[in-house]
């Protein structure tokens, strides 16, 4: 069987909350790797409160996704098209500082002054659009996780 690029495409701006009409799940086939590439299979997917803005059709500090487009990190290559910018720091910058922030993440756990809590939904992708409107429904606490099955 040949693989599967299974996409959660926007379909309409939502207004108010997101509803599963928003959304369309696409599967195309997954291109061939080019020379000097290669192709990465995703096991878990994350749901980021920030998504939301990027569903509107107004500014933020990235581009709106398109609609009937995939929704996710292609989209930060528009930043170069709108001629639009982001500030910061990137994670990436303090790999040798690892070691000293999971230690004290660990003794924040540890004295209860930071808690962690992972709600896990499990289903097929045709769960992802139900499981993304929990995030701004109120219906979990932490992060939320879609397991695949199947």
């Not at 509803?19 to 980021?48: C, H, M, N, Q, R």
């Not at 808690?115 to 045709?126: F, K, L, P």
Request: net charge negative; with cysteine.
């Amino acid at each position: 069987m040949k693989p599967v690029n299974t996409q959660c495409r926007l379909a309409a701006r939502p207004t108010g909350l997101p509803k599963a009409t928003d959304f369309t799940i696409v599967d195309e086939p997954v291109p061939a790797a080019a020379d000097g590439e290669f192709v990465v299979e995703i096991d878990y997917l994350s749901i980021d409160p920030a998504m939301r803005t990027w569903m509107n059709a107004g500014r933020s500090y990235v581009p709106p996704g398109q609609i009937g487009a995939p929704h996710g990190p292609a989209n930060y290559m528009q930043l170069l098209v709108a001629r639009a910018s982001m500030t910061g720091f990137a994670i990436i910058d303090y790999v040798n500082r690892y070691p000293e922030g999971i230690a004290q993440l660990g003794e924040w756990l540890t004295a209860g002054k930071m808690r962690s809590h992972e709600q896990i939904e499990h289903g097929d992708v045709g769960a992802f659009p139900a499981a993304l409107l929990k995030r701004f429904s109120g219906e979990n606490t932490g992060k939320l996780i879609l397991a695949l099955q199947g």
